[in-house]
């Protein structure tokens, strides 16, 4: 259901004057909810209000330390620097080294939208609030980062990067109805669209003919929160995606139920049981506006089943960042309608690893991956969940 962008400014201009007034937490709580009802009181189809009670002082706390840090990361062009590559079995090729966008003065985009959400989930909005000036300046920065052709790159980024600007740009133009951020927001998406091969899905690189679930579904997600706010997206883009997502759930076996990596070209119809695909394929779906029990539960069932063990299979590895990513989200989205208390579980087993991992100065580690700053976006995002203020946590 599209999200009304003038019950989320409510929300955000609620969050900055409750801090900026120093209202206590109960105030504030109240205030925001309050925001939230007379912004849209029956349009939005949100999860169950006690989630909010899995926020508290300690999570808070880490949230706050995770938040300072990413804020020191973030480079004076706006931009934040992440290791540019693709994974390769359980490994990472680099393409391009931090230490490579040092010296060119470059960024990574995905890393640098992932750490736009993260503020933008805490309520931050450009200009607005103690991380306004970052926001802004990563809005700025991937603004520029916009070629003739619709595609945000930068760094050597493809289309998991793209997807994830993509993405940002439409929260944040929810909020801020800027002309710019309009203008650039079309053209990624016209390119996401032009881009979806005759699978009607997505693949690494622009106009590929090949296709795979994880990317297709950052560009399904880019382009339902484009739609949302009011981009044109042809319903036809979305349909096909949709039905690729669905075409790639496994029909019989002892996976049944739970979705391939790949179903066309080399590589097809292996990797049904991995964390992270299932997870993403469940977003898809849930982005789409597709809540059916029959289609879900088997993938729901299989993340609660799978999730501790994965937590401790792959420490620090981009496997869990990303896997967890979308894990937050397809939990979320089922509480109470899949499965009674899936998130809820979910986010106590996974908070308790998070505020356990997270170093000294506010950051969470990612050994194998694009680094630091994605891990620590996204450990930012997944704590923000109960808080509710990003649109992809919106039903």
Excluded at 29 to 43: V, W
Excluded at 136 to 156: A, M, P, Q
Excluded at 185 to 196: F, Y
Aim: proline letters at 3%; charged letters at 20%; glycine letters at 8%.
């Amino acid at each position: 259901m599209p999200c009304d962008p003038t019950r989320r400014l409510a929300i955000g201009l609620a969050v900055l004057l409750t801090g900026a007034l120093g209202i206590p937490a109960t105030g504030q709580s109240e205030l925001i909810e309050s925001a939230r009802r007379q912004s849209n009181p029956t349009k939005v189809r949100r999860a169950p209000s006690d989630l909010a009670r899995l926020w508290n002082a300690e999570v808070e706390e880490s949230v706050v330390r995770g938040l300072a840090w990413l804020a020191s990361a973030q480079q004076t062009g706006g931009y934040f620097h992440g290791t540019v590559g693709h994974k390769r079995g359980d490994n990472y090729m680099v393409f391009r080294s931090q230490d490579q966008q040092v010296r060119a003065r470059r960024g990574h985009v995905g890393v640098t939208a992932l750490a736009g959400m993260a503020f933008l989930a805490g309520g931050h909005l450009p200009n607005r609030g103690k991380y306004g000036k970052q926001v802004r300046l990563i809005t700025e920065y991937l603004i520029s980062r916009v070629g003739e052709n619709g595609f945000v790159t930068d760094s050597g980024t493809r289309m998991y990067s793209h997807a994830f600007a993509t993405l940002y740009l439409a929260e944040v133009y929810g909020a801020d109805r800027n002309r710019q951020i309009k203008a650039t927001l079309e053209k990624a998406v016209h390119i996401i669209v032009d881009c979806q091969n005759a699978h009607g899905a997505w693949r690494y690189n622009p106009f590929s003919k090949e296709a795979d679930l994880s990317v297709t579904v950052c560009q399904l997600q880019a382009l339902r929160a484009a739609r949302n706010i009011g981009i044109r997206v042809p319903v036809n883009c979305i349909d096909h995606a949709v039905e690729y997502v669905r075409n790639s759930q496994t029909d019989s076996g002892r996976a049944k139920g739970l979705f391939y990596y790949k179903i066309h070209g080399r590589g097809s119809y292996q990797k049904n049981t991995q964390f992270a695909i299932n997870a993403a394929a469940v977003t898809a779906l849930n982005s789409a506006g597709i809540y059916e029990r029959r289609l879900l539960a088997p993938a729901i069932d299989f993340l609660l089943d799978e999730v501790d063990v994965f937590q401790e299979w792959y420490p620090h590895h981009f496997f869990f960042w990303y896997g967890n990513y979308y894990a937050c989200q397809a939990l979320y989205h089922s509480e109470g309608l899949i499965r009674d208390r899936c998130f809820r579980d979910y986010y106590r087993g996974i908070k308790k690893h998070l505020l356990k991992d997270q170093r000294s100065d506010g950051r969470w580690l990612n050994d194998v991956g694009p680094g630091d700053v994605f891990s620590t976006a996204v450990a930012c995002i997944v704590l923000q969940v109960p808080n509710q203020y990003l649109p992809i946590f919106q039903r």
